[in-house]
């Protein structure tokens, strides 16, 4: 696959263009989940995300220091996020909550630590939540304690996803360290236009999820792999309409 670009975050780190997501549906096979982690790193793959939700943290931290031990890769080549999950969104919880997931990766730190959403849960509610499970986040005491994180040395940088413009508005206004990257998601069929020119204003780095639209879940859309256009333009160049999808979110 050769050397995958990298963006410098307003941490100051890079991170990887490309990244691998590590919640599908339905959920790998333990083994299928260890050889796709240690091939995407031979083939080149650094930028893995997952989050204490997905229930893969502890399987990507062993396939992790499988890779670092066989030698193909050193911890501090690869760029590792995780995410803090809505029902431990409250300032109290969120240092505890990323050494958990940090026990759970078996690692000394993550490099990307974001809020997974801009919502509170409350603290004993589990998945799959209910309406009533919710609760408004106190954004600022959130944002504090993720800026403890990273101070701690447990994240090199934190950010968030799923955050519109407002919600971002909201956090540069009494951030300290400002958010390094906004995850959320965004296709060739859901550019996030202007979301994509508030970010380039304000230094913050957008990642996209879903980058195929998702499709083949429940949730997820088939519209961005059945696009006429991806396809013809696929066609011409000789390429899937997975790899087009990739050039074009890269642009954006
Ligand atoms: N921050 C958030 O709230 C959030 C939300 C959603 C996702 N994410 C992150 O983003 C990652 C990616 O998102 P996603 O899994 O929803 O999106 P996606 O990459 O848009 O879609 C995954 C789907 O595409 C299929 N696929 C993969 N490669 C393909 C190819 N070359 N040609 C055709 N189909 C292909 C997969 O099928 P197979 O399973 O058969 O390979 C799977 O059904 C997640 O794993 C997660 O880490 C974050």
Redesign the pocket.
Known sequence: MGVIPEVTLSSGHFMPLVGM?????PPATPEAFRTAILDAIALGYRHF???SL?GTEQRLGAAVADAVRQGLVRREELFITT?LWCTDAHADRVVPALQQSLRTLELDYVDLY?I??PLSMKKESKFPHSKDDLLPIDLKAVWKAMEECQRLGLTKSIGV??FSCKKLEQVLSFSSIPPAVN?V?M?PVWQQKKLVDFAKDKGIKLCA?????????PW?TNDV?ECQVLKEIGLKKGK???QVITQVVLRI
């Open positions: 997501g590590t919640a599908s549906h995300d997952t989050a997905y995410k974001l997974h959403w996803s799923n995850q998601e296709h999820y879903s980058p195929l639209g998702s499709n083949g879940t997820g792999m899937s309409v997975a």
